[in-house]
C-alpha cells in the first residue's frame, strides 16, 4: 500500500514536471493602415514551438503546426484556414517582427494577391 502511495505522488510529480515545460507566446500583428489586425498563441515544448493558435472572435483556434523554426531568428508557420485550398503559411521574423505570407506549395486554388507584410509586437513570452 505504501509503495502505491509513492507511486502515485511520483507520477504526480512527474506530470507537474512536464506541464511546467510547455510555453506559448503571443504576438499581435497589424498592417500600416489598422485594417488587419491578427493575433497568434504559439506553444512551445520543451525548446521547440509545436503548435499554432489564432485568435478568432476572441477564442484562439488552432490553426496548423510550426513547419519550421530557428532559435531567435524565425517561426514557420501553417496556417490551414486562411486560405482553404492553399498550402498557406506565415514567417515571423524575431529580429524585425515581421510576418509575411509564404505559399508552401501549389495549391489547388490559384491566389491572385498574397496579403500584405504585417508588424507584429511580442505580448507574452511565458
Known sequence: MKFLWILLFLSFVI???????EKSIFIKCKSLDDNTILD???NKDNKLYTTVFKKIKNNFIE???VVGQKKDTFILFEDKYAYLGVDFAWHYDKNNLKLKPVLLSKGTIKLNKLPEEL???LIKNN
Open 119 to 121: 508588424s507584429c509586437l
Open 15 to 21: 506530470i507537474k514536471l512536464v506541464k511546467a515545460e
Open 63 to 65: 490553426i496548423g503546426e
Open 40 to 42: 497568434f498563441k504559439i
